[in-house]
T-cell receptor, first 114, second 113 residues
Framework: EPEVTQTPSHQVTQMGQEVILRCVPI?????FYWYRQILGQKVEFLVS????????KSEIFDDQFSVERPDGSNFTLKIRSTKLEDSAMYFC????????????FGDGTRLSIL | DAKTTQPPSMDCAEGRAANLPCNHS???????VYWYRQIHSQGPQYIIH???NNETNEMASLIITEDRKSSTLILPHATLRDTAVYYC??????????????FGSGTQLTVLP
């Protein structure tokens, strides 16, 4: 069964450094998402992406965040200058074009900011 | 999207059916009910979804009441590997929309040996 893959599984970065989290969505999916989950808290929506542009974004997704689909397969989340509070699990999700189709999630990247 | 209410935790004996309830009393006509689960900080895993008819797949069954104000996810023969947080999410369906999922706190299901 096709799946969403995320790399790396764990990223350790110094505060203030830039970090790029990578995702390969399911082939032929058209909608892409990033969520995050701070340890012990709920899964929170960050951003959705469709037709090469951001569709929706949450208040969390400020100017320090950006997303890109640099080629036909990868979907990336960049944090420009990381803060301690960015430490979390980051999940990528994708879904196909059907209105009712569910989102499918990757297993996440654990981001640790030192 | 309509708000959902789930019990914070439930236990179930291994091999027995696990019935996880969800209230969504403010659900509207274009909103579907989706169930996901999350096993120990892995990514949320899709289980099943429905609008008003009961649904069944290889993982679970979804029973939605006639008035659509509540639903029950049924795992027919729970195993230890079904121990997870289960999320009931109501999501409006609209054409061309990239609508996100809004996760609540879910129900921590513990399957006991």
């Amino acid at each position: 069964e096709p799946e969403v893959t995320q790399t790396p599984s764990h990223q350790v970065t110094q505060m203030g450094q830039e970090v790029i989290l990578r995702c390969v969505p399911i082939s032929n999916h058209l909608y892409f998402y990033w969520y995050r989950q701070i340890l012990g808290q709920k899964v929170e929506f960050l951003v959705s992406f469709y037709n090469n542009e951001i569709s929706e974004k949450s208040e969390i997704f400020d100017d320090q965040f950006s997303v890109e689909r640099p080629d036909g397969s990868n979907f990336t989340l960049k944090i420009r200058s990381t803060k301690l509070e960015d430490s979390a699990m980051y999940f990528c999700a994708s879904r196909g074009d059907s209105r009712t189709e569910p989102q499918h999630f990757g297993d996440g990247t654990r981001l640790s900011i030192l | 999207d309509a708000k959902t209410t789930q019990p914070p935790s439930m236990d179930c004996a291994e091999g027995r059916a696990a019935n996880l309830p969800c209230n969504h009393s403010t659900i509207s006509g274009n909103e579907y009910v989706y169930w996901y689960r999350q096993i120990h900080s892995q990514g949320p895993q899709y289980i099943i979804h429905g609008l008003k008819n009961n649904e069944t797949n290889e993982m679970a069954s979804l029973i939605i009441t006639e008035d659509r104000k509540s639903s029950t996810l049924i795992l027919p023969h729970a195993t230890l590997r079904d121990t997870a947080v289960y999320y009931c999410i109501v999501r409006a369906i609209s054409s061309g929309s990239a609508r996100q999922l809004t996760f609540g706190s879910g129900t921590q299901l513990t399957v006991l040996p």
